[in-house]
């Protein structure tokens, strides 16, 4: 009876490790690099995406006069291969005037083409969005 639960104590702390790795992997600050469609290849680093807890903070940096960060607050839910990020109607009107963000309704699933501790690749409909890790 012991080793039973041992073993299901094994099991079950390596099932919780596993399920983690991929939520430690995306929490923190994500700097774009390119974002691809078949329309247009942009390189940037004014871009930013942070991950904590549910939240997402996607900032803009403006270099133009007065210079500053458009911020947008949302949720999100990390599933195995996709990620949903729920903007909040208060936010949704800066994301659809984004340049970088096409922006159109206030939902938008992306499919995680990659996640590493140092790279990210999130696509969504014909739109490739790569990010290097911040920090």
């Known amino acids: 009876m012991i080793k039973i639960s041992?073993?299901?104590?094994i099991v079950l702390l390596l099932l919780t490790s596993c399920s983690?790795?991929?939520?430690?992997?995306?929490e923190g600050r994500w700097q774009a690099t390119t974002i691809e469609s078949?329309?247009?290849?942009?390189e940037t680093d004014s871009l930013f995406w942070s991950f904590d807890s549910g939240v997402c903070e996607i900032q803009t940096l403006r270099n133009f006069y007065p210079h500053y960060a458009e911020q947008i607050f949302a949720n999100y839910l990390l599933n195995s291969d996709s990620i949903k990020i729920s903007v909040p109607e208060k936010y949704i009107n800066i994301a659809k005037r984004n340049r970088y963000l096409d922006w159109k309704t206030q939902e938008r699933k992306f499919a995680?083409?990659?996640?590493?501790?140092?790279s990210l690749k999130?696509?969504?409909?014909?739109?490739?969005?790569?990010?290097?890790?911040?920090?």
């Open 38 to 42: 078949p329309q247009h290849f942009l």
């Open 122 to 135: 999130l696509s969504v409909n014909d739109t490739i969005y790569s990010f290097r890790k911040y920090y």
């Open 112 to 118: 995680i083409r990659e996640l590493t501790s140092k």
């Open 6 to 9: 041992n073993i299901l104590i």
């Open 20 to 26: 983690n790795d991929r939520d430690t992997k995306l």
